[in-house]
């Protein structure tokens, strides 16, 4: 093996990426497994809520549907357990609708909605003279954008016992492509290991509307560029990123670009650094 293919199966199994979740009963299973998960976290937590942000992307919507079915099945076996699915627009979300129709699949058991507008302009105004061209400064409240709807989200938490879940997954972990502390934190997240592509088709398979499980994926933090694409953040395709990932044909420009920002955005995926 080169050392981009070693270093490729290290990262591979780093992430916990699964490559054989190609026909319909093997995804079955796993989603089996997934929503065998949520419960068992749940449950072992002492805690009674699940909590999560929905954005209206393929992502929020396939794990608010697995956590609404984890508590369906953890109150039949008699458990009390409620859904909270969290609306986290910063005023008025250009592409509401999408959000609007995640809902309306996922049916949770309860929707909060928190316009972040307020906190988020009132941090920003405490760094208004520091000097920073405006491509850095429309970067930075991005992340504040991203880290208040986490603070939202806990918050919610505390109030209804509940653990708060996150929606990343493999093909954004070896891109590095979350905030820190914002999007990146939570107490459970269901869809590691997963690639784009596993993701919407699991989205598929739970029924998604064709509309989301297609959507173009967006962070949809910056100003400057709103609704920006994931892809031209990365310089990269999911589907050059998903075949790196499952082993499949790349080029080898493209295996050391993901390898760089895998190695670039470390920091991300570990506990802080100690003496």
Known sequence: MTTASTRAAAIRSALQVNPNLKGVTEL?????????FIKDTLRRSGMRALVLGI?????????????????????????????????????????????????????????RTVDIKGSVDAMMTYFADEPAEAAKRDFAKGNVKARTRMVAQYTLANFVNGLVVG????????????TKFGDGACDLAPLTGLVKSQVRRIAAELGAPAGLVGKIPTAD???????????????????????????????DETARKIIERYDMTAHKRQLPLAP
């Open 28 to 36: 079955k299973l796993e989603i089996e497994r997934r929503v065998d």
């Open 167 to 178: 929606t990343d997954h493999a093909a954004e972990a070896v891109m590095g492509f979350f």
């Open 55 to 111: 954005s209206g992307g393929v992502d929020s919507t396939t794990a608010g549907r697995l956590c609404q079915l984890a508590v369906e099945s953890l109150r039949q076996e008699g458990y009390e357990a409620t859904f909270y699915a969290m609306r986290l627009p910063y005023g008025v979300q250009f592409d509401e609708h999408d959000a609007q129709a995640a809902l309306d699949f996922i049916k949770p058991d309860q929707i």
């Open 221 to 251: 933090l910056e100003e400057l560029q709103p609704g920006k694409p994931d892809e031209d953040a990365y310089g990269l395709s999911y589907e050059q990123i998903d075949a790196f990932l499952l082993g499949g044909a790349i080029d």
